[in-house]
């Protein structure tokens, strides 16, 4: 059975960083495609960051140069690292797995479709 | 970006009823869409992907259609464990990945 659990989340003063993890059982995270998303309170989802599993990462523009997407395959961990943090980055932040379920040989990533989430932890971003 | 455009927000209905829910694409997207329910307290759930393919476990009372810009989730009578909010997302070949703004269906 596949499990993904966040923490890291907390109250973060602007400018601050936090790091997320996301530990996996039942997939090995280094050989997934991986993403995180985030939820703003009482809003709707957001895609924020994800990991392919050749390695290319991709962010957000509303993220990019502040957030850092990586593994750590000795922990089978996902990790966001969020750097100066804004209060628009307050919301819930899960992690989720892409399963890639058609590719052809254009060179084009496979299309994904995400399969498993976490439950989300909170970060909150406020003086 | 593309933009996704979902409506209604609010969709009211009651158990044993048949809801249409549309998802409508800036630009062309082909089938590249999947749809999530998601319960308060809860992590999205995937119900379609690739415009039309139920996901694993997914009742056959949830369907897909819809390719271009258009796209629309029925769920043909509502069970009461089916009232949520409701997202699409665009899944083409490249990020961002974005999503639609929400339905939500209440009783």
């Known amino acids: 059975e596949v499990q993904l659990v966040e923490s890291g989340g907390g109250l973060i003063q602007p400018g601050g960083s936090l790091r997320l993890s996301c530990a996996a059982s039942?997939?090995?995270?280094?050989?997934?495609?991986m993403s995180w998303v985030r939820q703003a309170p009482g809003k709707g989802l957001e895609w924020v960051s994800a990991?392919?599993?050749?390695?290319?990462?991709y962010y957000a523009d509303s993220v990019k140069g502040r957030f850092t997407i990586s593994g750590d395959n000795s922990k089978n961990t996902l990790f966001l690292q969020m750097d100066s943090l804004r209060a628009e980055d307050t919301a819930v932040y899960y992690c989720?797995?892409?399963?890639?379920?058609?590719?052809?040989?254009?060179?084009?990533?496979?299309?994904?479709?995400?399969?498993?989430w976490g439950q989300g932890t909170l970060v909150t971003v406020s003086s | 970006d593309i933009v996704l455009t979902q409506s209604p927000a609010t969709l009211s209905l009651s158990p044993g009823e048949r809801a249409t829910l549309s998802c409508r694409a800036s630009?062309?997207?082909?089938?590249?869409l999947a749809w999530y329910q998601q319960k308060p307290g809860q992590a999205p759930r995937l119900l379609i992907y690739?415009?039309?393919n139920r996901a694993t476990g997914i009742p056959a009372r949830f369907s897909g259609s819809g390719s271009g810009t258009d796209f629309t989730l029925t769920i043909s009578s509502l069970e009461p464990e089916d009232f949520a909010v409701y997202y699409c997302?665009?899944?083409?070949?490249?990020?961002?990945?974005?999503f639609g703004q929400g339905t939500k269906v209440e009783i």
């Open positions: 989720a797995r892409d399963f890639p379920y058609y590719s052809d040989s254009s060179g084009r990533p496979p299309l994904l479709r995400t399969d498993y």
């Open positions: 039942g997939l090995t995270v280094s050989s997934n495609y």
């Open positions: 990991v392919h599993s050749g390695g290319s990462t």
């Open positions: 630009q062309s997207i082909s089938s590249y």
């Open positions: 690739g415009a039309s």
């Open positions: 997302q665009q899944r083409s070949h490249w990020p961002p990945w974005t």
